[in-house]
């Protein structure tokens, strides 16, 4: 996978905002926990040093694996002690990706609002086994 930076992640660099920015590729450090190597960045203008992993959500997350399978828990209807104690966590820090996991899905949501000026709806009636009892389903048409 090819990975190129649009901007600095430095935010006292000129090209922090702007897009197109001039870099340079500055060798690649390992994460052990996802057994990859990720290459680095250098910005000419600032001399800045990042990565692909700075510009994304769980930047500087030690156990950014164990994201995925706390929220498939926490959905499943698991506590967060029981989700600690199935993935080898401690409840602090369990709870510490619980609240970001928050965080996270108020972003989703946010990003995933309806904004329609009109909804239609439609009615369609149906039978269950029998004549006597009738169903009714209310789908919204776009």
Known sequence: MSFRPLHCSNTDCPFHQSVGGTFIKKGFFKVRRL?????????????????????????????MDLNKPLQQLL???NSIRASARILNMTYKNTYKKFLWLIKQAK???????????????DEMETIHHTKCKPLFNCCRCE
């Not at 972003?107 to 709806?121: D, N």
């Open 35 to 63: 057994n990859q190597y990720i290459r680095r960045f250098e910005c000419k203008q600032c001399h800045c040093t990042f990565s692909s992993r700075s510009f994304k959500p769980d930047f500087r997350h030690k156990k």
């Open 75 to 77: 959905t499943e209807g």
């Open 107 to 121: 972003v989703t949501r946010e990003r995933l609002i309806f904004s329609a000026r009109k909804i239609y709806f």
